[in-house]
């Protein structure tokens, strides 16, 4: 079976422009739910180029579960771990005591979380065009990883 980690990482870049035009009409809960997934796509297109699945939507696990050599900054982890947050409130009333999502999200966080999403497609884009070792030595990769899920 061929490797998709390409079609993974071109999805990745088509939600991050997403984000920025939901970011553009003022649908910031959009815009940060298109982001964390852009960055969640991005990290699933590196484990992809290294053979390896990736089971999950925590972009920060998903980061720290890399290679050591392939792993990011402390700053581009805290990036994930803000992006995580967008993962559910940003969909579902019931995250918040009243109101819907729409209530609660403000355009500064919008645009953190395109620049966070865009600093993980940069960083995962960087390794698979440049790679450090051989992509494909399995014994790097987390044994804790699960077989990835379709539509994960």
Request: net charge negative; hydrophobic share 35%; proline share 8%.
């Amino acid at each position: 079976m061929p490797s998709r980690y390409e079609d993974w990482l071109r999805q990745a870049q088509r939600d991050s422009t997403h984000a920025q035009h939901a970011l553009e009409d003022g649908d910031y809960d959009w815009a940060c739910f298109a982001a964390q997934q852009a960055a969640e796509k991005a990290v699933k297109a590196l484990f992809r180029f290294l053979a390896a699945d990736a089971w999950g939507h925590s972009v920060s696990l998903l980061l720290g579960r890399l290679p050591e050599l392939y792993r990011p900054s402390a700053a581009v982890i805290d990036g994930a771990k803000e992006l995580d947050k967008h993962y559910i409130p940003s969909r579902y009333p019931n995250s918040f005591d009243e109101g819907a999502p729409l209530d609660y999200y403000t355009k500064d966080e919008a645009i953190r979380s395109i620049s966070h999403a865009r600093a993980i497609i940069t960083f995962c884009e960087g390794h698979i065009r440049q790679p450090k070792t051989d992509p494909h030595s399995p014994e790097e990769i987390d044994p804790g990883m699960g077989p990835e899920t379709p539509g994960a």
